[in-house]
């Protein structure tokens, strides 16, 4: 076969190196997606927008209406509001290995989710809702992070997230 860089170079030496940046690229490309599908790491595809200065006022995302609620199919849905600085509800409680639908909405600036050691993180952008699908497999404390630079009280602002053990709910 005929070498395709022959045309834009004649040193021979030089299109080898061509040749081996190029496979070094693409390996390292699809070593960072088997990465990806392996720790099943996913980019946040939900495109959903709100007005984040009126958040009070919708349904889902009304003081009362946030938390943990139970889905008929025995998923959950987790509804949260990230404000300077904390996350509202400040606990939440799920059982493990069951599928979690979270869904935070920003009601200020642009603040970041992030569960050390689980695959749950995402960026929580003003005027859109942010949507987590995941479980956890392994019950205990988790932090519950904010990881985007959000004002003075940046580094205050975490909460907790409960994993109990799934046989412990009593359903
Ligand atoms: Cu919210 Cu940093």
Same mark, same amino acid.
């Given at each position: 076969m005929r070498d395709p860089f022959r045309s834009i170079c004649d040193d021979d030496l030089e299109r080898r190196w061509i040749?081996? #940046?190029l496979i070094l690229a693409f390996a390292m490309g699809g070593l960072?997606?088997?990465y990806a599908v392996a720790s099943n790491i996913h980019p946040p595809s939900n495109v959903e927008t709100i007005d984040s200065s009126r958040l009070h006022l919708t349904e889902e995302f009304a003081e009362d209406n946030l938390g943990v609620k139970e889905n008929d199919d025995g998923s959950l849905t987790v509804t949260m509001v990230a404000a300077r600085y904390g996350f509202f509800p400040p606990v939440i409680e799920v059982p493990s290995n069951t599928?979690?639908?979270f869904r935070i909405a920003s009601a200020d600036v642009l603040h970041g989710m992030?569960?050390?050691?689980?695959?749950a993180a995402t960026m929580i952008v003003p005027g859109y809702i942010s949507e987590i699908n995941t479980r956890f497999p392994t019950a205990g404390k988790y932090s519950f992070l904010c990881n985007e630079y959000c004002g003075l009280g940046h580094? #205050?602002?975490w909460s907790r997230l409960i994993v109990v053990p799934q046989s412990a709910q009593g359903k």
């Open positions: 040749w081996i #940046s960072l997606g088997l599928a979690v639908k992030h569960v050390p050691f689980t695959n580094d #205050s602002m």
